[in-house]
């Protein structure tokens, strides 16, 4: 069975320019999470979508949005670009919706931000 | 106050030691736990998954939650320099599959 896809691995960008990374969840899951790494904050939750719906956002600027598809991909943008952008985005499968099944990773996409 | 705090080590153990990993969290609701272990430059991997307060042994790993002190951990028995890794804990409150991490444990295995 297929683990999580993410696309592109690594990306490089110039600040103020926008962004679209990709998520292919493991095959039979709805959800889809995204976070957030950095070195000075560890992960942080983007937002959660189940069945094309957001149902949770975290605490980023609305330059952070996001959206899934009826097959479950999702897609996470960032406009307007900015140095502390940069960080490793990774997004979270799961089978349920209720927090009771486990969550596996994909390898991320490393964003870089000149 | 962070929701789940994790000494960032980095931790360093001989080969064949036991490695003890911990996190305190305070968000009472929290009931599903996990540890994850990410490779440099790797997304993060389950390795133990827990609902409420116990005990779960899986192999080397075993987990522990008491869910009265709000402390959960992680034990690693016979510990292999592939090990060397960082350590992330995360829970969940339930309703939704939004996690909160610790800052993660980096270790490492001297052979």
């Known amino acids: 069975k297929a683990g999580v896809t993410q696309t592109p691995r690594y990306l490089i960008k110039t600040r103020g320019q926008q962004v679209t990374l990709s998520c292919s969840p493991i095959?039979?899951?709805?959800?889809v999470s995204w976070y957030q790494q950095t070195p000075g904050q560890g992960l942080q939750f983007l937002f959660e979508y189940f069945s094309e719906t957001q149902r949770n956002k975290g605490n980023f600027p609305g330059r952070f949005s996001g959206r899934q598809f009826s097959n479950s991909r999702s897609e996470m943008n960032v406009s307007t670009l900015e140095l502390g952008d940069s960080a490793l985005y990774l997004c979270?499968?799961?089978?349920?919706?209720?927090?009771?099944?486990?969550?596996?990773f994909g390898q991320g996409t490393r964003l870089t931000v000149v | 106050q962070k929701e789940v705090e994790q000494d960032p080590g980095p931790l360093s153990v001989p080969e064949g030691a036991i490695v003890s990993l911990n996190c305190t969290y305070s968000?009472?609701?929290?009931?599903?736990f996990m540890w994850y272990r990410q490779y440099s430059r790797k997304g993060p991997e389950l390795l133990m998954y827990t609902y409420s307060s116990g005990n779960k042994e899986d192999g080397r790993f075993t987990a522990q939650v008491d869910k009265s002190s709000k402390y959960i951990s992680l034990f690693i028995r016979d510990s292999q320099p592939s090990d060397s890794a960082t350590y992330l804990c995360a829970m969940s409150a339930g309703g939704n599959n939004r996690l909160a991490f610790g800052k993660g444990n980096q270790v490492v295995v001297i052979p």
């Open positions: 095959s039979g899951h709805r959800s």
């Open positions: 968000n009472s609701a929290f009931q599903y």
């Open positions: 979270a499968s799961s089978f349920g919706q209720f927090g009771n099944t486990e969550a596996f």
